[in-house]
């Protein structure tokens, strides 16, 4: 098997996820049925939905769960019955290709959001609105401050939400500190299955409007029979992932691995970039650019070296073409020449190092000046 340095994309899921799912699907039931197997598969759902909502410091009740994190960024801006949607111009695509009503707020070249124009936004305009700000971005891992967001919002009446997808995990993520109205998590991001995700309510009884009709699964948020096994393993994950941040272990370190990565990658290769170096991002998440090589390139070319790193967004990272984010931070032609590096609990120091070793040597042989690695002491 070869190296996975593509964490951000989704990791493998943790063994005790997979017992638990397992052992579910094993036992099977439909939580909307009322004979003694649906009060079983009822009870594993209301059981991960508390894990879950723990992680967060929530109340169970305020967690509704979705497909993913798409649909629940989805759920969020459509059923908020807000008429103008703010959003800033390196969210993911599903929430900036929401609706027509989209209007982008700029960010600096950091990637972090203007706080100034969102002001100007919100006061230029007295509809209602939703701002939408993520915690952490997906490509650059740069950590935006959300309850500044959120407290500027509150001043014009607008609702907030936060896509922290990326963040929980990996990061200590409270709703009450954040301040937002809305938050989206993913179960394949910390360790738990593809398909699940849960959009997390301030406010329990919030009158949201469901985007899925026909059924009055949770609480008539979102028609449908609930995936049974992926919600007991996003419980799980949920838990584990909380454990890794309180204890702090992993998550420092990811933050060493990170922080001998680029100091050697520019050393070997001086003509590289790590893209939002002085910002504070998620421990695991480092942004390359090589200039005037294609990051599809760049990504195809360490994949026959045996590891798998990408180019934007998992959703996207399919497509040819420059990032919306970096594009957005005003790295102009650097944009589509870009790769993401994102580590895991699994990661190793003799990975980021084969990294590096076959970056270097593909930076070598498109003409850039690449030196020699430091032979250890």
């Excluded at 989209?102 to 124009?117: F, K, N, S, T, Y």
């Excluded at 409007?209 to 008539?220: D, K």
Aim: net charge neutral; proline share 4%.
């Amino acid at each position: 098997m070869g190296i996975y340095l593509d964490h951000n994309a989704g990791g493998p899921v943790r063994p005790e996820v997979a017992s638990a799912m397992a052992e579910a699907l094993a036992e099977g039931g439909n939580p909307s049925s009322v004979h003694a197997g649906g009060r079983r598969a009822r009870r594993r759902i209301e059981d991960a939905r508390a894990q879950v909502a723990a992680l967060i410091g929530i109340a169970p009740s305020a967690i509704v769960f979705t497909s993913g994190g798409s649909e629940a960024n989805a759920l969020a801006l459509r059923g908020c019955g807000r008429e103008r949607l703010l959003v800033s111009a390196v969210e993911h695509a599903s929430v900036l290709e929401c609706g027509a009503a989209v209007e982008r707020i700029p960010v600096d070249g950091a990637g972090i959001v203007d706080l100034v124009a969102l002001e100007h936004l919100l006061a230029g305009d007295a509809r209602p609105a939703l701002v939408s700000v993520m915690l952490a971005n997906n490509e650059t891992g740069v950590v935006q401050p959300v309850a500044a967001v959120a407290a500027m919002a509150r001043r014009f009446g607008a609702l907030v939400h936060c896509d922290a997808v990326q963040a929980a995990g990996r990061m200590a993520v409270a709703m009450s500190d954040l301040a937002v109205d809305f938050l989206t998590l993913s179960a394949h991001k910390m360790g738990g299955p593809s398909g699940i995700g849960a959009l997390a309510l301030r406010d329990a009884d919030f009158p949201l409007a469901p985007i899925l009709l026909g059924g009055g699964q949770e609480r008539r948020r979102r028609a449908g029979t609930e995936n049974l096994s992926g919600i007991v393993g996003f419980g799980v994950a949920a838990t584990l992932a909380g454990d890794d941040v309180s204890t702090g272990n992993t998550i420092l370190e990811m933050y060493h691995l990170r922080d001998a990565l680029e100091p050697v990658a520019t050393a070997r290769v001086p003509g590289a970039v790590v893209v939002a170096a002085g910002a504070v991002r998620l421990p695991n998440t480092t942004c390359l650019v090589l200039p005037e090589v294609a990051g599809q390139t760049q990504v195809m070319a360490l994949d026959l070296a045996g590891i798998a790193v990408s180019a934007g967004s998992a959703c996207s990272s399919g497509k040819v073409g420059a990032s919306h984010v970096l594009a957005a931070m005003g790295l102009g032609g650097m944009a589509g020449c870009a790769i993401r590096i994102s580590l895991g609990r699994s990661s190793r120091a003799e990975e980021v190092t084969a990294f590096v070793d076959a970056w270097a040597e593909l930076a070598a042989r498109k003409g850039f000046e690449v030196r020699q690695a430091a032979k250890a002491a």
